[in-house]
């Protein structure tokens, strides 16, 4: 019975295998040949530079709408307006400048090519490092005499993270140099000779540089003017450092003169009255004769009162020839020390006696 059930076990085992062998035979014939080879897949993205548009300067009070080819105030609010749209997203902004500056007589002198000073030149600057977006408290003054006003400024956005609106505030110092007001405006270069200029500029994280000279519009070239301005102050009293017996004189103590002038310009003294004796207005000393300034600021030597009245100045700084002090280049003011002397003639009274003194910061005209 084994020998029976043996044989068909044998038999089918051997089938098995002929079916596997034949399935794999199979597979292999129907498997083709193949190679393959890599490759790179790449492309060149450019830097797109900051855009600058939108660009203006206007007074704050409304009148004039903008300030191009007029004189503004010093102490007097302005603003900045203008766009700036990052097409890489505003984290690639490195610096934004919003910058005036002096010609010196010559249009051709850019904001770094003006040296003369602070009072030539100033700039509101912002700078950045990956930063999502702009804001007011990002700007600083650099460089020169101008005041940021913060309160009155904003940013606000067109596109949030790309494009923002800038409304810049500031106020010029009291010495910021005087100019005329511009004639002749051009869409080709600035264009008036001793004038200001205005432009903004973007930099971002490519070494893209990108400015804006030209107001949005028209595309003159931003040109404006500063209007004179002077100021003199001074603390006071000169009063004689002892007391004086008629036939004798004596100095005063110093006092300090402050002076504001943006341009060139005198500083120069004059009695309105004679010193009067103080209850008893008939007896006088004359300043004529009796009143000096001791040498101080450009004077050669003392400087003697021939009278009062404005006809009899003494200068202090500049001369009657006539010269002129040069306005400071950085200082916001100047100062000078200015003593009297007293001289009683013989036969005055006893008394105390007082005079006015008027000093007056005088402007050379016209401007360049």
Do not use: C
């Not at 105390?352 to 005088?362: C, E, P, S």
């Amino acid at each position: 019975m084994s020998d029976f059930v043996s044989v068909p076990l044998r038999r089918s085992l051997v089938a098995g295998f002929v079916f596997f062998a034949m399935v794999m035979s199979l597979g292999q014939a129907l498997a083709g040949d193949s190679s393959s080879q890599s490759g790179s897949v790449g492309a060149t993205v450019t830097a797109n530079a900051p855009q600058i548009t939108n660009f203006d300067m206007k007074d704050t009070s409304g009148s004039p709408a903008t300030i191009i080819g007029t004189q503004i105030v010093v102490l007097t609010t302005y603003t900045f307006n203008f766009r700036v749209n990052a097409p890489n997203g505003w984290a690639d902004i490195t610096h934004v400048y919003a910058r005036i500056w002096h010609d010196g007589g010559n249009d051709v002198t850019d904001y770094a090519g003006q040296t003369t000073g602070a009072n030539y030149k100033a700039s509101l600057a912002a700078t950045y490092s990956s930063a999502s977006a702009p804001a007011v408290t990002d700007f600083s003054a650099v460089d020169g005499n101008i005041q940021y006003v913060q309160g009155s400024s904003s940013v606000t956005a067109v596109v949030a993270g790309q494009t923002y609106d800038f409304v810049l505030a500031f106020q010029d110092h009291a010495q910021m140099r005087a100019a005329k007001t511009p004639t002749s405006l051009s869409t080709t270069q600035y264009n008036n000779a001793n004038s200001w200029n205005a432009e903004i500029e973007a930099t971002d994280i490519s070494s893209n540089d990108v400015f804006q000279h030209q107001q949005t519009g028209t595309n003159d070239y931003f040109e404006f003017g500063v209007a004179t301005y002077t100021s003199v102050t001074f603390t006071g009293p000169w009063t004689a450092t002892t007391t004086i017996a008629p036939g004798g004189n004596s100095n005063t103590n110093a006092v300090t003169i402050t002076r504001i002038s943006n341009f060139e310009f005198q500083l120069y003294a004059y009695f309105s009255t004679d010193l009067i004796k103080q209850g008893d207005a008939t007896k006088t000393i004359p300043v004529s004769g009796n009143v000096l300034i001791r040498q101080t600021g450009d004077m050669g030597g003392d400087g003697t009162f021939t009278g009062t009245g404005s006809g009899n100045k003494v200068y202090v700084l500049g001369s009657v020839t006539p010269t002129y002090h040069t306005m400071d280049a950085s200082a916001d003011s100047g100062t000078v020390s200015v003593t009297f002397n007293i001289a009683v003639p013989l036969g005055t009274s006893a008394g105390t006696y007082q005079g006015t003194v008027v000093f007056t910061v005088q402007q050379k005209t016209p401007l360049p």
